[in-house]
């Protein structure tokens, strides 16, 4: 499960024209180093496990907002299981679908109460830009393909106990 950049991370590919993420240094003779001539890193490969590419966004783009949804368990978009999930989106971008998703095994993770989705399922990988996911006990569950009456009798500790 990749949340926001871990998302990101696990589509495709992630550009950063703006190089909201800095620059990298050109690796060449002394002169270039001595000179500090350095290059905007625009493009970078991501591990290719989502088909999903990023374009990062300046800080000043920056979108928050509460999210409340139900997590998608099957192909043809529908929730069978009715978890519900909330949370907040916090991102700096945005990640478009590059295939067809009828073409993979690939369909989105969350529908969301104002009638868009979220984030992408394919092959036991997902990825969503909804921070606190996994705060529901029945969504880890769901998610993570826990038996629910094993699971949920446990307590996770208080953060003053650890």
């Not at 991501?46 to 509460?66: D, F, S, Y």
């Not at 984030?119 to 969504?139: F, K």
Request: charge should be negative.
């Amino acid at each position: 499960v990749g949340l926001c950049g871990g998302y990101q991370m696990l589509g495709q590919i992630v550009e950063d024209p703006g190089t909201v993420e800095g620059v990298v240094a050109v690796v060449g003779d002394n002169d270039d180093m001595n000179n500090n001539n350095k290059t905007a890193q625009q493009t970078t490969k991501g591990l290719g496990l989502l088909p999903i590419c990023t374009v990062l966004q300046p800080a000043e783009c920056k979108l928050v907002q509460p999210l409340q949804g139900k997590l998608i368990d099957a192909p043809d978009g529908n929730s069978s299981n009715n978890v519900a999930v909330e949370g907040f989106e916090l991102r700096c971008g945005r990640s478009e679908v590059l295939l067809d998703q009828e073409s993979r095994d690939v369909h989105p993770l969350v529908q969301l109460s104002n009638g868009a989705t979220d984030g992408l399922r394919s092959q036991g990988i997902m990825g969503t830009y909804l921070h606190g996911i996994l705060s529901s006990p029945d969504a880890r569950c769901s998610l993570l393909g826990m038996d629910k009456e094993k699971w949920l009798p446990l307590q996770a500790p208080n953060a003053h106990d650890l």
